[in-house]
């Protein structure tokens, strides 16, 4: 349902956007989301947006990370800037709402001199 794109690997400091667009529409959503899961490290919320375009992120991607989306063309995106190797993961979109949870199959996101 969900094709999460844009991972690879860039020295710290680089900068990432991760897309993940739908692949037919998908109803009832209220929030997207992107979550990260690091080795060893259970999977995490990293940033959330709502319907209303309300965004919510972790304490740790504040001020670096950027999350939008286009509604018309149903793309969700992770803006990652200044990033750092603790940012180093397999990130995962996630589209959810009343009775439906739909998840990307994750990028690889590895931050790396």
């Known amino acids: 349902q969900l094709q999460a794109s844009g991972g690879g690997l860039v020295q710290p400091g680089g900068s990432l956007r991760l897309s993940c667009a739908a692949s037919r529409n998908l109803f009832s959503i209220n929030a997207m989301g992107w979550y990260r899961q690091a080795p060893g490290k259970q999977r995490e919320s990293v940033a959330i947006i709502s319907s209303s375009g309300n965004t919510n992120y972790t304490d740790s991607v504040k001020g670096r990370f950027i999350i939008s989306r286009d509604n018309f063309k149903k793309i969700l995106y992770l803006q990652m800037n200044s990033l750092k190797p603790e940012d180093t993961a397999v990130y995962f979109c996630?589209?959810?709402?009343?009775?439906?949870?739909?998840w990307g199959q994750g990028t690889l996101v590895t931050v790396s001199s």
């Open positions: 996630r589209w959810y709402g009343l009775g439906v949870d739909y």
